[in-house]
């Protein structure tokens, strides 16, 4: 594996990639908060009066008050009984698997989820099977195989990031036994999904009871650093059980600072998933309208069907013409070949968007090589 391209963020919409600025349409600094003025000014106030870091872990002499703050104010925001804030979003279900070894006799987890969550599938200590991406059909076969009793723990993305799908929770939650737990990484759709932005379980309409939340602050609240939401009681066994909460030095100080910046930014201000959902909406019918097929998905992430190699070729081309940089990802085993998948910010202009889909549009109909790994829905 060669090092990736570098690529430097320079203005809200514009990256310096070979030496060109060009515009932006990947990523996921949803509401371009992470050049935030007043998350860099919360990073710069703690940083000069608290330091760097607490160089201990918050067990022995690091804990912090911003820690518990931070904490406080994200299980008000989501609405929820307890949050626990973890060093990046990637240990957050991590920490919750090791919060809950030895409690399931089964994991069921979706063959697309993130690399985080089948590092946690790991922890919990029991047979991990795989079911079909977003299928809740297959799930219940696989639960038939595995008959009673039986304890299980679901494992989900909720937000895929490489298609924009949301997984099914109420379907999921109808065929799954009633004391089954669903691990839900929702790293993409925090702050992104549902009416106040609580993420998948808001958007699905799925109530907390059965489901862990976890997610990243690092995506749509412009900082950094991972959370677990959910009832007390597990908040006191990650602080008891979980070694990577036990064993690590906790967010950097600053970074707790910014996150709690982007958390009051964005929950005064849902103008700006109304204006993440029009410029998202615009672009997907936009797209539709030139013959690409794009699935109806609710969030920013708007994937295209591959193309024939040719066909990508030039529309790379095509898109640095049109001074913007070519999103073309190959984004797990789902996609060997790559796709071209954009990502919308809330703060892309009209004419930003009307240029990457003006260099799209004569693609419209050009050979694809396949169909969508999966029709999303909303
Ligand atoms: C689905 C998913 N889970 C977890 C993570 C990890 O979050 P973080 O970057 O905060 O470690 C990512 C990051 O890209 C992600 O896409």
Redesign the pocket.
């Known amino acids: 594996m060669t090092d990736p391209d570098t690529l430097e963020p320079v203005r809200t919409n514009e990256v310096r990639w070979r030496g060109r600025t060009l515009l932006h349409f990947s990523g996921?600094d949803y509401f371009r908060m992470a050049r935030h003025p007043a998350l860099r000014a919360a990073a710069r106030s703690v940083l000069s009066g608290r330091g760097l870091n607490v160089a201990a872990s918050r067990l022995t002499t690091g804990n912090h008050p911003i820690y518990g703050q931070l904490e406080l104010e994200l299980a008000r925001w989501f609405d929820c009984e307890s949050a626990v804030v973890l060093?990046?979003?990637?240990?957050?279900?991590v920490a919750a698997a090791q919060a809950l070894t030895g409690d399931f006799t089964h994991a069921l987890i979706d063959e697309a989820?993130?690399?985080?969550?089948v590092d946690a599938s790991r922890m919990l200590d029991c047979p991990v099977i795989q079911f079909k991406h977003r299928d809740a059909l297959d799930l219940a076969q696989r639960l038939q195989n595995i008959g009673q009793p039986s304890r299980i723990v679901l494992l989900t993305?909720?937000?895929?990031?490489r298609d924009g799908s949301v997984a099914p929770l109420q379907a999921y939650l109808k065929v799954l036994p009633a004391r089954a737990l669903i691990l839900l990484?929702?790293?993409?759709g925090v702050g992104i999904l549902g009416e106040n932005g609580r993420g998948t379980l808001e958007h699905e309409g799925v109530d907390r009871r059965r489901v862990i939340q976890?997610?990243?602050?690092?995506?749509a609240f412009g900082a950094?650093?991972?959370m677990v939401l959910g009832v007390r009681s597990l908040r006191d066994r990650i602080l008891g059980r979980s070694r990577c909460f036990i064993g690590t030095t906790p967010l950097p100080l600053p970074l707790a600072g910014a996150a709690l910046a982007g958390l009051r930014l964005l929950g005064s201000a849902g103008a700006r998933r109304v204006r993440l959902r029009r410029n998202a909406g615009w672009f997907r019918a936009g797209l539709q309208e030139a013959g690409w097929e794009c699935a109806e998905t609710p969030g920013p992430i708007v994937r295209l069907p591959m193309c024939a190699e040719k066909v990508s070729e030039a529309v790379k081309l095509r898109l640095l013409e049109a001074g913007i940089y070519p999103p073309f990802l190959r984004y797990g085993a789902g996609s060997p070949q790559g796709a071209f998948r954009f990502v919308i910010s809330s703060e892309h202009t009209l004419p930003q968007l009307r240029a990457a889909l003006g260099a799209l549009a004569a693609y419209g109909s050009a050979p694809r090589t396949g169909t969508m790994a999966s029709k999303s829905r909303r």
């Open positions: 996921c060093p990046d979003g990637y240990l957050a279900p989820s993130h690399g985080a969550l993305d909720g937000l895929f990031a990484d929702d790293a993409h976890c997610g990243t602050l690092s995506k950094y650093g991972g």
